[in-house]
């Protein structure tokens, strides 16, 4: 059976699950940022159980992974959201490089044009999957700064 993981900064792996004397063990198939028709290929011939392309689609797709296997049009979305993000950024370099006017300027306008500019990264971004909050552990901290502190 052939299932996707996310991995940390953005990028997945397709990985086979197989029974061994040992117990169960995983081994990667192919790793990817996008799910394409190609890398599903590639997973396919590198398997050694029987392969469903859809079922590993369908695990993409609840891993967060951005899927573009089987419609083209979603390649040239990802493209597309790419080079929204990029005009929006251009925009914003351009609109600080204007010199400022004489009379003040809104805070509250200020405020909605900046959160309007984060919004449309957040929506050029592919979706990922949630996360627990994760915080370094207060005694290691504590100790840390205890072998700083002391004397050699």
């Given amino acids: 059976m052939a299932y996707v993981v996310a991995r940390p900064r953005g990028r997945f ?7 061994t004397p ?8 192919a790793g990817f940022g996008v799910l394409t028709d190609e890398v599903i290929a590639k997973a396919a011939q590198r398997a050694k ?5 859809n079922a590993v689609i369908a695990s993409g797709k ?9 419609d083209k049009g979603t390649v040239s979305h990802v493209r597309d959201s790419s080079r929204r993000f990029v005009e929006a950024s251009r925009r914003m370099a351009l609109s ?17 044009d900046l959160l309007g500019f984060a919004d449309a990264i957040a929506r050029s971004q592919p979706a990922r ?5 994760s915080f370094p552990v207060m005694s290691r901290l504590v100790a ?9």
């Avoid at 159980?49 to 392309?53: K, L, N």
């Avoid at 600080?96 to 909605?112: E, F, H, M, N, V």
């Avoid at 840390?144 to 050699?152: I, K, M």
């Fill in 49 to 53: 159980r029987p392969f469903d392309a």
């Fill in 96 to 112: 600080l490089q204007r010199p400022p006017s004489s009379k003040p300027t809104d805070p509250g306008a200020a405020l909605i």
């Fill in 129 to 133: 999957p949630r996360e627990p909050l």
């Fill in 13 to 19: 792996e397709i990985r086979e699950s197989s029974h």
């Fill in 144 to 152: 840390g700064r205890r072998a700083v502190a002391a004397p050699h």
């Fill in 22 to 29: 040992n117990g169960p063990r995983a081994r990667s198939l």
């Fill in 62 to 70: 609840r891993a967060g992974a951005p899927v573009a296997a089987g």
